[in-house]
């Protein structure tokens, strides 16, 4: 018994080490919006539809890592955008959780793009500076992160995203669906890319 003493509280200080640190829950609200509107998609959604959204703001999903993400104006810092966790499979993220952020650029299209790629004490963490490209259907956010070594490190959040960059790296896209842009869909507010229909302003049929 003396002996598996200190294996169960190994276990214990890892369990511990990846469960959200207090207060961490309170990134939405922190950042002045209603932590209400973070408790599900629905609530999420009926938030977003009474509010002004411009082309990259909205829910926006990864699919292959499965997670949902929202993008929103930072209400404290003209030309950002705040980037958070809507839903996600991953038990170390949750609704509200922020892993990072936008920064509006000369062209309208085109972002600074903040990302946390590690979870550490509970909190997102390292971040990672790259481009994000609004497409022009304006459905599709493609993500470009930096050249970085190969890690498969249990921390790791969006895995396949930044396992997936880093290997097209080493195979120097020998496979053409390497060459496939990584990116982000959008899953609301709905856009089709008509100049007469935008998320701020929809087109009546």
């Known amino acids: 018994m003396s002996k598996l ?3 169960l509280l190994t276990l214990l200080l890892a369990v511990i080490a ?29 938030w977003l539809a009474e509010r002004p959204l ?22 404290l810092r003209k030309g950002h955008k705040l980037v958070f966790v809507a839903e996600a499979t991953d038990c170390r993220l949750w609704p509200g959780m922020k892993i990072g952020e936008l920064e509006e650029s000369a062209d309208s299209r085109r972002f ?13 963490a390292m971040p990672r500076t790259g481009l994000a490209t609004l497409a022009d259907s ?24 930044w396992n997936k960059l880093r290997i097209n790296v080493r195979m120097r896209n020998s496979d053409p669906l390497d060459k496939l842009p990584e990116g ?15 998320p701020r302003r929809p087109r009546y049929l």
């Not at 640190?21 to 973070?38: K, L, N, Q, R, T």
């Not at 890690?151 to 995203?161: A, D, K, M, Q, Y």
């Open 5 to 7: 003493l200190p294996t």
């Open 112 to 124: 600074k793009i903040t990302l946390c790629s590690h979870i550490a004490d509970g909190l997102p």
């Open 138 to 161: 304006g459905n599709a956010l493609y993500i470009e992160m930096p050249k970085l070594k190969l890690n498969f490190s249990p921390g790791l959040i969006l895995p396949v995203l």
């Open 18 to 46: 990846m469960l959200p640190a207090a207060g961490a829950e309170s990134d939405f609200a922190d950042a002045g919006f209603p932590a209400e509107a973070c408790t599900d998609m629905g609530a999420l959604r009926e």
């Open 184 to 198: 982000w869909i959008r899953k609301y507010p709905e856009y089709d890319g008509n100049l007469d229909s935008s």
């Open 54 to 75: 411009d082309p990259v703001e909205g829910v926006w999903e990864y699919p292959a890592d499965e997670v949902a993400l929202l993008v929103i104006a930072d209400p």
